[in-house]
């Protein structure tokens, strides 16, 4: 399996703050990386695939980068609606894996 | 615009098997894959497998042994079976569709919490 790592662990951030959240993956996962958004008491939302692709309705101050083993997460401009648990999952290999999340909380 | 909606028990006996259905409501169920995923309590979240329209299906390794998947596209329903649960299998369990490209989750049901307990 494919093991996913998530740094740091837990943020602390204000709004309108630039915030970046790293995932790596145990093997190269060509770039078959999605991020989803997890509020408490809700399903995972799907934030980008491939990277970089936003999924449909997701504003645009969420952004992704990385390749290889290495992958970004950056949130430019936090709003108060995105403190929240955010997870990275390589889908380059089954089974699918997630990583451990990133917990978002406001300062 | 497709819904999903997780259905079964809330409480399941140690050894017993765990049951549930996923309902695909406003679209096809025909062309995705259909996964089950699971999220225990302050845990991450963990694939469970998934079922391709036809009938293919993928499993976990670490819960082969234990997990079948099948689909009735007539009902647009897809189901999740897990034999000889144990406390550790107490979780929130969700249905999730794919993306047509294969790229990650894009529609999830609201989850259904099981707990395994005597």
């Known amino acids: 399996d494919i093991q996913m790592a998530q740094s740091p662990s837990s943020l602390s951030a204000s709004a309108g703050d630039r915030v970046t959240i790293t995932c790596r993956a145990s093997?190269?996962?060509?770039?078959?990386l999605a991020w989803y958004q997890q509020k408490p008491g809700e399903a995972p939302k799907l934030l980008l695939y491939?990277?970089?692709r936003l999924e449909t309705g997701v504003p645009s101050r969420f952004s992704g980068s990385g390749s290889g083993t290495e992958y970004t997460l950056t949130i430019s401009g936090l709003q108060p609606e995105d403190f929240a648990t955010y997870y990275c999952?390589?889908?380059?290999?089954?089974?699918?894996?997630f990583g451990p999340g990133t917990n978002l909380e406001s300062k | 615009q497709v819904q999903l909606q997780e259905s079964g028990p809330g409480l399941v006996k140690p050894s017993e098997t765990l049951s549930l259905t996923c309902t695909v409501s406003?679209?096809?169920?025909?062309?995705?894959?259909w996964s089950w995923i699971r999220q225990s309590p302050g845990k991450r979240l963990e694939w469970i497998g998934y079922?391709?329209?036809?009938?293919?299906?993928d499993y976990n390794p670490s819960l082969k042994s234990r997990v079948t998947i099948s689909i009735d596209t007539s009902k647009t329903q897809f189901s999740l079976r897990l034999t000889s649960v144990t406390a550790s299998d107490t979780a929130i369990y969700y249905c999730?569709?794919?993306?047509?490209?294969?790229?990650?989750?894009?529609?999830w049901g609201p989850g259904t919490m099981v707990i395994v307990s005597s």
């Open positions: 999730a569709r794919e993306l047509f490209s294969g790229d990650g989750f894009n529609i």
């Open positions: 406003g679209g096809s169920i025909n062309n995705y894959y």
């Open positions: 079922i391709y329209y036809s009938g293919s299906t």
């Open positions: 093997h190269d996962i060509s770039n078959y």
């Open positions: 491939a990277v970089f």
């Open positions: 999952q390589q889908y380059s290999s089954r089974p699918y894996t």
